[in-house]
């Protein structure tokens, strides 16, 4: 009798998976989703939300997106940082051998150029480092943890919050804010 109970909890299991998969694959396919979701330290790197070949093509994606905005600014707007100035380049190794082997940060260091993709690629090593040894209880504000570790993740926390919260001027907001076909402030 147990065991007949338990097959039929297994393939409960396993169709409640696929009915869901096919309803959020469409919505986990969007690539600003994707890095949200990243971004959200209650599900960044869980493979119940996406197989973690997924993360790691939304990373690379990610670093590549924060590298070509920050290379499209002007000198002028790109203020130096006291901390990139003692870092050097990562090796070519993928980030995720990185953390797989638990080198530290000084192995990465090993010369004396330094680039944002760098220091970006530091950060979400100890983000996903972090995120194995205490990751935020899913009923928590993701912002808040942001506010919390922003000095540890200046470059994540500053894309955080522009992935995971609405401006206040947009229109999405004010669909947000709406009640009914009312809405509190007409422009």
Excluded at 17 to 45: C, H, I, M, V
Excluded at 77 to 103: K, M
Aim: with cysteine; charged share 20%; glycine share 4%.
């Amino acid at each position: 009798f147990l065991s007949q109970t338990f097959g039929e909890a297994q393939r409960f299991g396993r169709c409640l998976l696929e009915n869901t998969s096919k309803y959020f694959n469409a919505w986990l396919g969007d690539e600003f989703l994707q890095t949200a979701a990243f971004l959200d330290p209650r599900f960044a790197y869980l493979e119940t939300i996406q197989p973690m070949k997924s993360w790691t093509n939304t990373m690379e994606r990610f670093i590549a997106v924060q590298s070509s905005i920050l290379a499209a600014k002007s000198p002028k707007d790109q203020v130096p940082r006291v901390e990139d100035w003692s870092h050097s380049s990562t090796s070519s190794s993928s980030v995720w051998e990185i953390l797989r082997e638990g080198r530290e940060d000084s192995d990465v260091r090993a010369t004396n150029t330094w680039s944002h993709s760098d220091g970006l690629r530091i950060e979400l090593q100890h983000y996903g480092r972090l995120l194995l040894t205490s990751r935020p209880a899913f009923a928590t504000d993701p912002l808040h943890w942001w506010r919390a570790y922003m000095n540890e993740f200046p470059q994540l926390a500053s894309a955080a919050f522009e992935y995971l919260s609405t401006p206040a001027t947009s229109v999405d907001c004010e669909r947000l804010f709406r009640y009914g076909s009312e809405t509190f402030c007409t422009l």
